[in-house]
């Protein structure tokens, strides 16, 4: 892939080293599901073409989900132009602004895919690393796998506090699932459909990070984690998550797992 490659809907010019290709050996298995990548959208007008662009980029069969939580920026213009283009392209939009579990919810109920992946519509997760997150299931080990930034991989240097939060929401959602994840509150899901189609999920906004991972660990999914590269935005550029957030997940954890 050339580092600078021209939009085939904008006509704008994309840097593409910002999604450094991933060692990994491709297994003839790729070849054989298809991948639905659900994108939550929200005000991502800077960086909705460059994302979309990387994931179709990515040599596995795939359909993208992008579903926008009700953009004021502009955003929704550029998916209009995006749904156009592609055919394997669906875009559905919200109303009012409603969060990202809520925008997720919406996008499982479209997929057709055999595998689903989340991916956030920043430029923090690196789509060339699907082939490493479908590898466990496609090879019959997992049924969900999580991409952790904290196990190894290249990751941009940020905010202290935040990766404590992250840490202790992990430790104290391990405490509860008996699980022994080091990422919990990773955006790089991937599941089979199955497992979604076995799960309600009620969180609206974050709050579906832990109330994803007591519901995949209650009904004893095999759970695989592996490194992930990280390129983490501060919020002068579009960050969006806050303190509320991460008090909304403490109460979420206690929720999900400790109720139904």
């Not at 999604?19 to 007008?45: G, H, I, R, T, W």
């Not at 923090?124 to 690393?129: G, I, K, R, S, V």
């Not at 999920?201 to 974050?206: C, E, G, L, T």
Request: net charge neutral; hydrophobic share 40%.
């Amino acid at each position: 892939m050339q580092s600078l490659r021209k939009c085939p809907h904008c006509g704008e010019t994309i840097d593409m080293s910002l999604f450094p290709a991933v060692s990994f050996a491709k297994n003839d298995k790729v070849k054989d599901f298809l991948l639905s990548v659900v994108v939550p959208v929200y005000n991502e007008f800077e960086t909705i073409n460059t994302i979309v662009d990387a994931i179709q980029a990515v040599d596995i069969n795939k359909e993208l989900i992008l579903v926008d939580d009700f953009s004021r920026d502009g955003t929704r213009e550029k998916l209009i132009e995006i749904e156009k283009a592609f055919v394997n392209v669906k875009v559905f939009y919200h109303t009012i602004n409603r969060g990202k579990g809520a925008a997720l919810r919406t996008g499982f109920k479209h997929v057709s895919g055999d595998i689903v992946v989340i991916q956030d519509a920043d430029l923090e997760y690196n789509p060339n690393e699907y082939y490493k997150l479908v590898y466990p299931i496609i090879t019959g080990h997992a049924d969900v796998v999580y991409g952790s930034r904290f196990i190894g991989e290249t990751h941009r240097v940020l905010f202290f506090w935040h990766s404590v939060a992250n840490k202790l929401l992990t430790l104290m959602s391990n405490m509860f699932t008996d699980l022994n994840l080091t990422d919990m509150e990773t955006c790089y899901k991937v599941f089979r459909k199955s497992v979604i189609d076995g799960i309600e999920i009620k969180s609206n906004r974050f709050g579906f990070e832990p109330e994803f991972t007591a519901k995949v660990a209650k009904q004893k999914w095999r759970i695989y984690e592996v490194p992930i590269q990280y390129y983490g935005r501060d919020y002068s550029e579009g960050k969006k998550i806050g303190w509320r957030d991460g008090l909304n997940a403490i109460w979420c954890v206690l929720r999900f797992n400790l109720f139904k």
